[in-house]
């Protein structure tokens, strides 16, 4: 069963056949399937600079695919329709790359399946993903399988990741948003990782990483989420199709979840850096549209009617204005501009009595750009167009979004990727993750956009009182697994949150401000509450972030320091790796003891470096040894924002 001859290339990445083998690499991953009478099974797994095997069978198997229906497609033959490969960056919604698709029919289970991978060159790692159609014979006996990584269990850890959906019930110190569960022995039976969004399997000097592309989280299993199963016989197999029998169509193909499979070698931070290289060539910037500060109208009231009526036009251009002279990059308007409804999706006339021209007006005038919010599933695709052309709006913030249904995660995705088609890129989303129903997750959709991560308000509800140390801990958390700068870190006015439940007060303007810089900023408030004295701390701050932000974005972020617990040193290392330079932002919280602390650091140990104060502008040279660790000293409740080179 040998395949016809297949090579595309794009740089280091290719897809070639080999008679009845088909091979994909990145030029760091290399990934092999054997065509088999069920379809494909992957028979070798390699990451190249280091040699390291993750498929390594003892014989090779004559039949078998890494995709599976229980009850409906187990072992039933396939048949190739088609064999295809081209170079595609998914019609500028990711990084170009090598895409190879493979159609096979069942026709006894009355399916047919489109598999697809992607090889980003240099990446280290691969994605694929199932497309299905057909009338299923039978009912489906349970989750199917998506992939299934054939790795050699002996002498290895397993470690489960994910990260917890429903921000809003999450602002206590026992309400951390990552899990993150070491499990030390290799499994001797059939073991189910349920939970996590990514499986790490580590050996000496190595690993493996699967991730699930989906909105699955901790607390929330989404739509078919699925498990990572490990089988100490056969491997890993990836369940959760994202596609429920009785939701296949005969008429189109629907998507499945895609599966990430990172490789990495070395000691750490060798898996964060595979991991968060992956997610940004998967998810890419655009430096132009996507990095920002931005401000929203929402935040500093108690009530939600406060709130729509801090969406009026009067505020709104009082709003454009101090952004302006904070440097803030986009106004967002909130909840409140269409009204008290949400079954029209106009500017309403008492708020907005000539529609939006003034706003577009004022905005152009100060050098603003203009976000909107909607309700993500309520507001039609004419209404977000029309609102883009009357007025000009380029962040979205989609809320209230329920998808608990393939029907409804299709519908959804489909028009906002219409939408941001019609307006030639110039728009991006931020999805909310606030509440518990299925949303977005932290793998999904952001190719779209980035993530709104948290409402955090001064006074009302109680649950969501803006604490400084909390939201540096949420941010600290989120960027060990995925890069910070595709989520909104919030930022509070610590002069109006309530005194007896929160110790915001005690800290400066300027402090809550540098909690946010790795992240995307978001003024969760109406910034003209700030007083002439919080001012001016906060101008110089955004302009020496919007100064070196675009490096930042160049390289990855890494949480360094101990958890934050008001207690701690605590922070975030950005290193470039190729010109080896890089940025520290560092907090000594306001109840930490030690004046001094040596953060530990990567890729700076046995390493001179000139560092620079971005604020003050003082600067000198440190030798690191070679623990990696970076002498620092300040008071207390306190923090550093540091530039270093490697010191010639």
């Known amino acids: 069963m040998s395949f016809a001859k297949l090579d595309v290339a794009l740089r280091s990445a290719f897809v ?3 008679d009845d083998r088909l091979v994909v690499s990145t030029g760091v991953v290399s990934r092999t399937w054997l065509r088999t009478p069920q379809g494909l099974l992957t028979v070798g797994l390699t990451h190249l600079p280091s040699r390291s095997d993750w498929a390594n069978r003892r014989r090779e198997p004559e039949s078998g695919c890494d995709w599976a229906l229980p009850g409906i497609l187990d072992d039933a033959a396939g048949q190739l329709i088609s064999l295809t490969a081209c170079v595609s960056d998914d019609d500028g919604f990711t990084s170009e790359h090598v895409r190879v698709v493979a159609e096979f029919a069942y026709p006894l289970a009355g399916l047919t399946i489109r598999w697809s991978a992607w090889a980003y060159p240099d990446a280290p790692g691969l994605r694929t993903q199932l497309a299905v159609k057909g009338g299923p014979r039978g009912t489906a006996g349970g989750s199917g399988r998506c992939d299934l990584v054939p790795i050699p269990f ?8 994910g990260y917890y959906a429903g921000t809003q019930n999450r ?6 948003l990552l899990r993150n569960e070491l499990f030390g022995d290799p499994p001797s039976t059939r073991r189910v990782h349920g939970w996590g969004s990514v499986l790490q399997v580590q050996r000496a000097g190595a690993g493996l990483a699967l991730v699930k ?10 739509h078919d989420g699925g498990a990572f199963v490990c089988d100490p016989r056969s491997g890993v197999h990836v369940t959760g199709w994202g596609l429920l029998s009785e939701e296949i169509l005969e008429d189109r193909f629907r998507s499945c979840w895609a599966t990430w499979c990172v490789l990495f070698a070395g000691e750490p931070p060798a898996f964060q850096t595979a991991i968060k290289s992956f997610d940004r060539l998967r998810y890419p910037v655009d430096p132009a549209r996507d990095i920002y500060t931005i401000a929203n109208t929402w935040g500093s009231t108690a009530s939600g009617v406060e709130a729509k009526h801090a969406a009026r036009e009067e505020n709104v251009l009082c709003e454009i204005d101090s952004q302006a002279d904070l440097g803030i990059d986009v106004q967002q308007v909130d909840d409140g501009w269409q009204g008290n409804q949400y079954d029209s999706w106009r500017p309403v006339q008492e708020r907005y009595p000539d529609g939006w021209g003034r706003v577009v007006e004022r905005a152009k005038g100060k050098g603003v750009r203009m976000g909107l919010w909607a309700a993500a599933q309520r507001i039609p695709l004419d209404d977000l167009i029309r609102s883009y052309e009357h007025g000009g709006f380029r962040q979205y913030k989609l809320d209230f979004a329920v998808l608990d249904s393939h029907e409804k995660i299709e519908a959804l995705m489909t028009k906002v990727r219409a939408f941001i088609e019609h307006t030639e890129h110039n728009v991006r989303v931020n999805w909310d993750l606030t509440e518990n129903p299925p949303r ?13 991560l948290a409402n955090r308000k001064p006074e009302w509800p109680q649950q969501v009182i803006y604490r400084p140390y909390l939201m540096l801990r949420d941010l600290w958390e989120i960027a060990h697994f995925v890069n910070l700068n595709r989520f909104q870190g919030t930022i509070q006015n ?11 007060c005690l800290h400066s303007h300027a402090y809550s401000v540098a909690i946010a810089l790795m992240s995307t900023p978001v003024f969760f408030q109406e910034t003209h509450y700030y007083d002439e004295a919080a001012r001016a701390q906060i101008r110089p701050l955004l302009a020496a972030h919007k100064a070196h932000r675009e490096a930042i974005c160049r390289g990855i972020v890494y949480p360094v320091g101990d958890c934050p617990s008001n207690r701690s040193w605590a922070g975030f290392q ?3 790796h190729e010109s080896g330079t890089g940025y520290l932002l560092v907090f000594r919280e306001r109840l930490c003891a030690e004046p001094a602390k040596r953060l530990s650091c990567v890729c700076v140990a046995d390493r001179s470096l000139r560092i620079t104060d971005l604020l003050t502008g003082e600067g000198g040279s440190v030798t690191v040894g070679c623990d990696g660790a970076v002498p620092l000293s300040m008071p207390a409740g306190e923090f550093r924002f540091l530039r270093y080179e490697l010191d010639q």
């Open 154 to 161: 002996g002498h290895v850890s397993v470690r489960e990741i």
């Open 16 to 18: 070639r056949t080999e």
């Open 494 to 504: 610590v002069d109006r949150v309530d005194r007896q439940l929160s110790d915001a």
């Open 574 to 576: 950005c290193h470039e």
């Open 171 to 176: 602002n206590m110190p026992e309400t951390p």
């Open 213 to 222: 592309e989906s909105h699955k989280c901790v607390n929330q299993p989404g």
């Open 440 to 452: 977005f997750g932290y793998f999904y959709g952001r190719e779209y956009g980035c993530i709104y």
